[in-house]
């Protein structure tokens, strides 16, 4: 099964006083515009989901959203508690098995640094994996089985800029 772990995109700061608290902070116009550009990203690689499991926070909810609307793929698209930032990760793995072998792609949408314990757990058994995914960014993980261990590899980690329009070298 091939896990797909993203980062919601750029949200509203949190000492916005705009948002009783941090679960309402919504996405950022530049936010949207991202998540915009990784949704057809996606789209032109053909890559689709069978499932896309979001944290229920209004930010990565809005993420997650975009992407399965861009995909057509609104059908798929639960909102589960489990990918709430304080959530357990055996929580999150038990959805996870719940879905494995139905299916062949597993979209998640959440937060840091609950997203690279995720991998780091699932890649090496433990949190010595020193990773961070920057808001919007995307990984895939390979995994044959699930489990709260060492039962994943790595196959590629992308950044936000990897989605957008090219800059030239003078603007990097």
Not at 19 to 45: E, F, H, S, V, W
Not at 71 to 97: C, G, H
């Amino acid at each position: 099964m091939k896990l797909y772990i993203l980062r919601h995109a750029e949200a509203a700061e949190p000492s916005d006083a705009r948002y009783a608290n941090d679960a309402a902070r919504p996405l950022t116009a530049k936010g949207i515009k991202r998540t915009r550009q990784l949704a057809n990203a996606l789209r032109q690689m053909e890559i689709t989901f069978d499932v896309i499991f979001s944290s229920p926070l209004v930010r990565a909810r809005q993420t997650a959203e975009i992407v399965a609307r861009s995909l057509m793929l609104e059908k798929n698209l639960r909102v589960i508690n489990q990918l709430s930032p304080s959530s357990a990760y055996v929580d999150l793995i038990a959805q996870i098995e719940h879905v494995h072998h139905s299916v062949e792609a597993v979209m998640l949408v959440g937060h840091e640094p609950h997203l690279s314990g995720l991998i780091s757990l699932l890649c090496t058994g433990g949190g010595s994996l020193a990773l961070t995914l920057k808001k919007g960014g995307l990984a895939r993980l390979e995994l044959e089985t699930v489990k709260a261990e060492r039962c994943a590899s790595l196959e590629w980690l992308l950044s936000p800029r990897h989605f957008g329009p090219k800059r030239s070298s003078s603007e990097r």
